[in-house]
Nanobody, 116 residues
Framework: QVRLVESGGGLAPPGGSLRLSCAAS????????MGWYRQAPGKSRELIAT???????NYADSVKGRFTISRDNANNTMYLQMNSLKPEDTAVYYC??????????WGQGTQVTVSS
């Protein structure tokens, strides 16, 4: 099992930026499609961005144009650059396989709070 550890969250003002990192315990090359999920208080966990080994990306409408997903297979790391942050982006962010049926466990995630 690939252990995934999220980091980089914190407090940011509206319009600000944060860069999240996802460090894996071993190669993530075998995971064709990696994704970032988020869960706001009282809400279900939602997939907001995905990236394949081939570099194909996809974003939820709520973050499109503001967030950028990337992966560095050589260093077993995935990133999420978040710009133009909104209060609605406040949530716990998780990284994992973008295919839910292949998800075996969840990490603790990293808290992102957007507030003035």
């Amino acid at each position: 099992q690939v252990r995934l550890v999220e980091s980089g969250g914190g407090l940011a003002p509206p319009g600000g930026s944060l860069r999240l990192s996802c460090a894996a315990s071993r190669s993530i090359f075998s995971i064709n499609s990696m994704g970032w999920y988020r869960q706001a208080p009282g809400k279900s966990r939602e997939l907001i961005a995905t990236i394949t080994n081939g570099g194909t990306t996809n974003y939820a409408d709520s973050v499109k144009g503001r967030f950028t997903i990337s992966r560095d297979n050589a260093n077993n790391t995935m990133y999420l650059q978040m710009n133009s942050l909104k209060p609605e982006d406040t949530a716990v962010y998780y990284c994992n396989n973008a295919n839910l049926w292949q998800v075996r466990s969840w990490g603790q995630g990293t808290q992102v709070t957007v507030s003035s």
